[in-house]
């Protein structure tokens, strides 16, 4: 059973529009929350987090929202660049047990010219 | 080097093989990690070292064997795997493993095809 649900496997966005990537989750207990991207033939880097006490984030051109009620968080990125066509991973974890990621299968998105 | 290194990049084996993944991290971590992920399956963690103590074991067969002489290496020895084993294995580390805010680094991950 899937703790982390990215619904969407692709999304395609033009140069300079704002992308929307989403993630839901169904455990309660996850109270920090991870996007990482990734680009092929390497490892996914650390994009951006956020803790259940806040409901936004934002760092340059991303900001995640938290809305804790529907177990549902996302990435906004804008203006969206090129450079940003990439597989994006959700990421959940619960305070004692930071280390146990448990990961989303990806959104993967391209940013056309 | 800096950053997260894992060699081989690429692996093919055969069912009777041994064969060891290495990971090695230039980051002054504490803790270091093994991940699968499957195709069209989320990461999934396999193990959890730090200060080269084993701290999470996720339910792992014996058949994947992790090793972690120190804080910058790590080893995933496999033997007897099953096809149903190919797929991309991926180490991170982090400074240590107790806040949330430990941002885990991954390095490139290995291919690993099991015939």
């Known amino acids: 059973d899937q703790q982390v649900k990215q619904n969407s496997p692709s999304l395609s966005v033009q140069e300079g529009r704002i992308s929307i990537l989403n993630c839901d989750y169904t455990?309660?207990?996850?109270?920090?929350f991870l996007w990482y991207k990734k680009y092929p033939a390497e490892g996914p880097t650390f994009l951006i987090s956020?803790?259940?006490?806040?409901d936004k984030n934002e760092d340059g051109r991303f900001t995640v929202f938290l809305n804790k009620s529907a177990k549902h968080l996302s990435l906004h990125i804008v203006p969206s660049q090129p450079g940003d066509s990439a597989v994006y991973f959700c990421?959940?974890?619960?305070?004692?047990?930071?280390?146990?990621?448990?990961f989303g299968t990806g959104t993967r998105l391209q940013v056309m010219l | 080097e800096t950053g997260v290194t894992q060699t081989p990049r690429h692996l093919v084996m055969g069912m009777t093989n041994k064969k060891s993944l290495k990971c090695e991290q230039h980051?002054?971590?504490?803790?270091m990690y093994w991940y699968k992920q499957s195709a069209k399956k989320p990461l999934e963690l396999m193990f959890v070292?730090?200060?080269?103590?084993?701290?999470e074991n996720n339910s792992v067969p014996s058949r994947f064997s992790p090793e972690c002489p120190n804080s910058s290496h790590l080893f995933l020895h496999l033997h007897t795997l099953q096809p149903e084993d190919s797929a991309l294995y991926l180490c991170?580390?982090?400074?240590?493993?107790?806040?949330?805010?430990?941002?885990?680094?991954f390095g490139p991950g290995t291919r690993l095809t099991v015939l």
């Open positions: 455990n309660s207990m996850f109270d920090y």
């Open positions: 070292y730090n200060f080269k103590e084993q701290t």
């Open positions: 956020i803790s259940s006490i806040k």
């Open positions: 980051l002054g971590h504490n803790a």
């Open positions: 990421a959940a974890s619960i305070t004692g047990t930071a280390s146990k990621l448990t």
């Open positions: 991170a580390s982090s400074q240590n493993t107790g806040a949330a805010a430990d941002t885990q680094y």
